[in-house]
């Protein structure tokens, strides 16, 4: 194999990686309003309240922060999984394990993805008010997130006492971990690097002259 075409096969396999890490750095920042779809809780009032239902709730997207990589633009919406809409946080301040994994899911082109929450790492608890930071990982179909962070801020109030509306708004932000290295990546690794290594050999070797016997 000649040095320049081995030197591109090295340089093509180590772009390809760069390419792949670079997707991996992608970021989830998005925020917005929860719309009262008659969010409930379980409590005498919502500062002391053990659990929130968000079944008919809407997430209004208002703001996409830079490089975010969730598909979503503002005045795009999304509900939470049916089945896992009751926040379960129980009477303290956390973190706490929640009482159910709580699944936010959205869609962008042919993408899905999925952030599933497993605790409360923070329960703020002002008069009327309930202030939820929720913790998970999450994933997409296209590959792009594979089990990273995942944070879901909530904020909830309700100005008027028991009785009265709710308001509320939300954050979520993630950063990507690149996913451990398939075997076949790690080849494709070692023949990149010793393809370029071989290159450099052979181009060190043309240039150092022959002396004369």
Known sequence: M?????????????????ASSAAQAAIIDFNGEVLDGSITYTGTSLDVSTELNLDSATF???KVGAGDASG?????????S?????IIYGPGSGPTSLGANVIVSWSAGADTFTETLTSALSIK???????????????DTG???????????LSLSQPDGPLGDISASFATMSGGVPAIPEPS????????????????????KTSIP????
């Open 72 to 80: 979503l633009a503002p005045d795009d919406g999304f509900a939470l």
């Open 60 to 62: 209004l997207v208002l």
């Open 210 to 213: 022959t002396l004369p016997a």
């Open 185 to 204: 990546t790690w080849a494709m690794m070692a023949l990149g690097f010793g393809a370029l290594g071989y290159a450099a050999l052979r181009r060190r």
């Open 143 to 153: 590959g792009v997130f594979t089990d990273s962070p995942v944070l879901l801020m």
């Open 125 to 139: 608890r002002p008069a009327n008010e309930i202030d939820l930071t929720l913790s998970g990982k999450l994933s």
């Open 82 to 86: 049916p089945a896992t809409s009751d």
């Open 2 to 18: 000649k040095s320049p075409v081995v030197g591109a096969l090295g340089a093509a396999v180590i772009a390809a990686l760069g």
